[in-house]
């Protein structure tokens, strides 16, 4: 199969992305963070709640993510850009049969990287990797007001996380780097940065090279989204059903690792052939240029 290791140097209308910098993003979102967080510490001071309470992690990223976008759609409409082409045709056809078959292998993909890792992490720092395993739990029982942690959490973790993420990582930095580097190296940095700011960083790679060919395919975030979502949805389930069933097996051995290994050639079967079938063809274009601004 063909590839390509760089659009054309000159895309029409992609000097606009200059202001839309990764450095710049950066900056924005740390600022934005610093601010919200500031913020929230007083508003717990006037509420009846411990500055350290696992609701208000969750109300910091919902605001400083939600935020950053605003900031980066602003930013972007001031250097002439016409965002809604970097969201496409939000009614874009969904292939419900490729989506249904690779988000289930995404999350088994999950488990494995995971449990692989923490099996790697346990040979040398049996606790660490035992205070990561716990880590992964619920901190239902560490809020002061339980039902607003799990509405926060679902609203975070399914809604709030996709469309955000989506946004920043498929939309904004896939567009910037690889009219920088070229749509191949743009594709997979944006992935491994994605990958690197999660604690599972080889899984949530993968799944940002899957998230940026559903992108590429559909010319629209609305697919991407989807799939993020029904991805979240599923593993907070899983997590759900099973979180007495790690509890179970003492610590950590040899049963995560061959459990992590069926994982991965599990999900190995879906992934691999997905990344090769939908890999973009020499000469692709990003959706921002081929949207029709009319049809977003």
Not at 77 to 103: D, E, K, T
Not at 257 to 277: K, N
Request: charged share 10%; with cysteine.
């Amino acid at each position: 199969m063909s590839r390509s290791p760089a659009l054309p140097p000159a895309e029409p209308g992609s000097a606009g992305f200059s202001a839309l910098k990764a450095r710049y993003l950066l900056l924005a979102f740390l600022s934005i963070n610093g601010g919200v967080g500031l913020g929230v510490v007083a508003l717990a001071r006037l509420l009846p709640l411990p500055s350290d309470d696992p609701v208000l992690a969750y109300v910091v990223y919902c605001v400083t993510f939600v935020l950053t976008c605003i900031w980066s759609w602003q930013r972007g409409r001031r250097a002439h850009l016409q965002m809604r082409r970097l969201w496409g045709n939000w009614r874009a056809v969904i292939p419900w049969g490729s989506l249904l078959r690779v988000v289930p292998a995404l999350v088994v993909l999950s488990m494995g990287t995971t449990l692989l890792m923490l099996y790697w992490v346990s040979l040398s720092f049996p606790e660490l990797a035992e205070s990561m395993l716990d880590s992964l739990g619920e901190e239902e029982g560490e809020t002061a007001w339980p039902q607003v942690y799990q509405g926060l959490r679902w609203l975070s973790i399914a809604v709030v996380a996709p469309i955000t993420e989506e946004w920043l990582f498929r939309g904004i930095l896939l567009h910037r780097w690889s009219l920088k580097w070229g749509l191949d190296r743009g594709l997979l940095a944006s992935s491994v940065v994605f990958g690197l700011l999660h604690p599972n960083p080889l899984g949530l790679t993968v799944f940002g090279l899957v998230m940026g060919l559903l992108y590429l395919k559909a010319r629209s975030l609305s697919l991407p989204i989807l799939a993020h979502a029904l991805n979240n949805i599923l593993a907070l389930a899983l997590g759900s059903l099973g979180g007495g069933v790690v509890e179970q097996v003492d610590p950590i051995g040899s049963f995560h690792l061959y459990y992590s290994l069926c994982c991965l050639v599990l999900a190995g079967f879906i992934v691999i052939p997905f990344l090769r079938c939908h890999w973009p063809e020499r000469g692709a274009h990003l959706p921002y240029f081929v949207n029709c601004p009319h049809s977003c």
